[in-house]
């Protein structure tokens, strides 16, 4: 299984960005894909997630009403529409999904995933 994600680069605040992640090999069961993102001298931290079958999102607190994300089952692929960026958003984004065994209470949990995707950076300039 590969997820091979794309779509980061430099943009100014207050501007926009999407992120695309596409998910190859092996078919498997999955429940949750989504993004995290690792800043420098910083942890990885969740950023959302989409429930692949209800098409439900989840979203950290510092992002909500700003990111959009959303998912092409056809495709196999999630997407993260960033909008109203600003200076703080900088990372490298990540996208993963888990194998359908996460419980609800962990889908923010980057160790609930098994797979993941190389990273795609974002730089956002004041």
């Known amino acids: 299984v590969q997820l091979q994600a794309s779509g980061g680069g430099l943009v100014q605040t207050g501007g926009s960005l999407k992120l695309s992640c596409a998910a190859s090999g092996r078919s498997f069961s999955r429940r949750f894909m989504g993004w995290f993102r690792q800043a420098p001298g910083s942890e990885r931290e969740f950023v959302a997630t989409?429930?692949?079958?209800?098409?439900?999102?989840y979203y950290a607190d510092s992002v909500k009403g700003r990111f959009i994300i959303s998912r092409d089952k056809a495709k196999n692929t999630v997407y993260l529409e960033m909008n109203s960026l600003k200076p703080e958003d900088t990372a490298i984004y990540y996208c993963a999904s888990d194998t359908g065994r996460t419980i609800m209470s962990e889908k923010r949990n980057p160790r609930a995933y098994e797979y993941w995707g190389q990273g795609t950076l974002v730089t956002v300039s004041s």
């Open positions: 989409i429930e692949w079958n209800a098409n439900r999102p």
